[in-house]
């Protein structure tokens, strides 16, 4: 399935090491080429966006996405073990770069390099990235795992929480796992409020406001044994925000989607200078190309009776 990715903002600046970050008058921009895009194992759709960055303190300037978006981009994927380019081209339709061949399925445990070359602010950038997929053997274990339904913040005979439990199969050489959850039913109605809700007290307003992030949630697994065998993850009554149903997808990620999800969005230091997250992108490249296996669940969160 394709992977669901959550609007990110990722600023890049170009101030040295202990210099402060406030003043951003008479930086200079660098134009970049941002990449956005996983490979699936066992898929044969490629989706890689390429899209420009755009200078801070532009007078005020106005831009609309469309403006990101490279449209004449140069870009190839590479199957390392093969030494088998396969040419990407632009899908208008849907703003991301594919392969439109019906040879290519990507596998297990395999090293892909991108390449990228395009014309921004008329100045010839090029990038490339590899990732090496994860190896076959990830799944969820619905029979060890605890789902189906609960009612929100449930309690087992001793007064101890019980919680939806998500056990899978590790991918071999994997020791990065994310979940991610989609609330289904979410809506001002569906929302659970004080004092079921135990964590935040919101008004309705609020809720409408905050409505889009609310709806989705994500955890992560990181460190675990590098054998084949099994792990779980809990999902935590602060992720579950409403009545209904969730969407669980568990993704096994590669080493460029671990980094740059632990570090994204840590990127000011201690002295207020900002540093740029974990990319595994040489040349004129700013963004993430990664690779990950996942598998899906649903759960319902019920009301109290």
Known sequence: MTIKRYVIAMLFFTTAC???????????????????????????????????????NDNGQLFYPSDLVLTNAQASLTDVAESAIYPLSYNADSLYYTYSGTDLTIGHG???RLEVSAVVNGKSLSASS???????????DPAAS???????????????????????????????????????????????????N???APD????????????????????????????????????TWFYGDYRVVLF??????????????????????LHEPVLHIDGDGIGVFGSAISDTVMVRVLRRQ
Do not use: C
């Not at 590899?130 to 969820?140: H, L, R, W, Y």
């Open 18 to 56: 202990g210099e402060g970050i406030f003043d951003v008058e008479g930086r200079s921009y660098e134009p970049k080429i941002v990449i956005d895009g996983y490979l699936v194992p066992g898929s044969t759709q490629i989706k890689i966006y390429f899209r420009r960055n755009l200078p801070l």
């Open 110 to 112: 395999k090293t892909y």
């Open 130 to 140: 590899e990732t090496t997929t994860p190896n076959a053997g990830f799944s969820i």
């Open 252 to 273: 096994a990620g590669d080493r460029n989607m671990r980094d740059f999800f632990l570090t994204y969005g840590d990127v000011q230091e201690a002295d207020g200078n």
């Open 204 to 239: 309705t307003a609020d809720v409408a406001d905050d409505l889009t992030e609310l709806k989705y949630s994500n955890d992560i697994t990181i460190n675990t044994p590098l054998n084949a065998g099994t792990s779980s993850i809990d999902i935590e009554w602060y992720s």
């Open 146 to 196: 605890v789902l189906d339904s609960m009612e929100y913040n449930a309690k087992d005979s001793l007064g101890n929480s019980r919680k939806f439990r998500i056990s899978f199969h590790r991918s071999p050489g994997t020791d990065f796992y994310l979940n991610t959850l989609e609330a289904l039913d979410a809506s001002v109605e569906s929302f659970i409020y004080s004092p079921v």
């Open 198 to 200: 135990i964590f935040w």
